[in-house]
């Protein structure tokens, strides 16, 4: 399996993937037609547009490209009136295959309500749109804060060794974020030089694994006693703290 990324518009990620075996070229969440296009081309083919969600920045391109490469268009059974082009309904649970890359649908409800991401069991390897991003997480537009932390708790227990590819490069601005609730965590100390050294050079900071995101991503941290702390919030829920987390985000 070879993941390409296409860094679109300002801050989006598409991602190309590719079974060198039955030559199968997949995209998820093209967020435009011209610079997906320009990644494509070299391949002559497009079968498969996978959507996370339906927002317009990650299905931007799905008309364009489906009409130049007659593509597959797969998306969420909730989403089948606002997916554009949309053939394929996914279900929760469901399995489908990418050539030989078979993935598994996981219903990730919150940033909306027909959110999903992708997990490739064999490659452990998960799209998660605007769902988990690396160290932050997305907004909740139509879900509630509920849905969303249960979401981010099915992709918090995927194997620990997972890639994780997400919809957006945020992860400068999350981990300022981080650093004001949970300053004294060495593994984000880490992972600071390692963004910085990332962006300098204009390179993602994608993919992230699981595991990582277990020790530095607050939003999986709701946990922990020293945010708790932080929070002045000690005797709160780990679902509590998730959506207090969550509203100082969106003012941050
Ligand atoms: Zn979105
Ligand atoms: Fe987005």
Avoid: W
């Avoid at 999903?116 to 998960?126: D, Y």
């Avoid at 060794?161 to 984000?188: M, P």
């Avoid at 390692?194 to 607050?218: A, F, G, R």
């Amino acid at each position: 399996m070879i993941v390409e990324i296409i860094p679109c518009l300002t801050d989006n990620y598409s991602y190309i993937i590719h079974d060198k075996k039955t030559n199968t070229v997949s995209i998820i969440d093209p967020s435009e037609f011209t610079r997906c296009d320009e990644q494509i081309k070299k391949y002559k083919k497009l079968d498969f547009i996978l959507n996370t969600h339906h927002h317009l920045d990650h299905v931007g391109g799905n008309l364009e490209l489906k009409k130049k490469y007659n593509s597959k268009i797969l998306g969420f059974e909730l989403d089948r009136n606002r997916i554009p082009g949309i053939d394929i309904l996914l279900k929760e649970f469901q399995k489908y295959k990418l050539g030989n890359l078979e993935f598994e649908v996981i219903f990730v409800p919150g940033h909306t309500k027909g959110h999903i991401a992708f997990f490739f069991n064999k490659e452990k390897v998960v799209f998660t749109g605007d769902t988990l991003f690396s160290l932050g997480c997305g907004r909740v537009f139509e879900g509630s804060h509920k849905e969303m932390f249960n979401s981010l708790c099915k992709i918090k227990s995927l194997p620990t060794e997972t890639k994780v590819y997400c919809g957006h490069e945020y992860t400068k601005s999350n981990l300022n974020f981080c650093l004001t609730y949970d300053k004294n965590n060495i593994h984000l100390q880490k992972k600071l030089n390692y963004v910085d050294e990332k962006l300098k050079n204009n390179l993602p900071t994608i993919p992230t694994t699981i595991n990582d995101e277990i020790e530095t991503n607050i939003f999986l941290r709701c946990d922990d006693e020293e945010i708790k702390q932080a929070l002045n919030l000690k005797e709160s829920s780990e679902e509590e703290i998730f959506s207090k987390l969550r509203d100082l985000k969106d003012s941050f």
